[in-house]
Nanobody
């Protein structure tokens, strides 16, 4: 079994910073791509940033230059450093991890979501 645990959301004023973490644990042989997505009320879930296992990154245009995605392979953890936050960044943030189990099966898991609220 594999579990994802997200942390780091909260309430922050515009211009502030938050750091999200998502740790995977369990019968993991290898973690492939990792990413962060978000869903604002009344909107579809959208990609925020992704990072491959060769540390290639991709960002939504709306967060480029403000957010940084990183990963710690030893801890099977992905981070999202969010700076210069804007009210429009308010959403539930979800991590997504593609991994291979010790039984050599491949899965795509979502975290439980963490609320980020940016006040103006």
């Amino acid at each position: 079994q594999v579990q994802l645990v997200e942390s780091g959301g909260g309430l922050v004023q515009a211009g502030g910073s938050l750091r999200l973490s998502c740790a995977a644990s369990g019968s993991i042989f290898r973690v492939n791509a990792m990413g962060w997505y978000r869903q604002a009320p009344g909107k579809q879930r959208e990609l925020v940033a992704t990072i491959t296992n060769d540390i290639s990154t991709n960002y939504a245009d709306s967060v480029k230059g403000r957010f940084t995605i990183s990963r710690d392979n030893a801890k099977n953890t992905v981070y999202l450093q969010m700076n210069s936050l804007k009210p429009e960044d308010t959403a539930v943030y979800y991590c997504n991890i593609n991994f291979v189990t010790t039984g050599r099966s491949q899965y795509d898991y979502w975290g439980q979501g963490t609320q980020v609220t940016v006040s103006s």
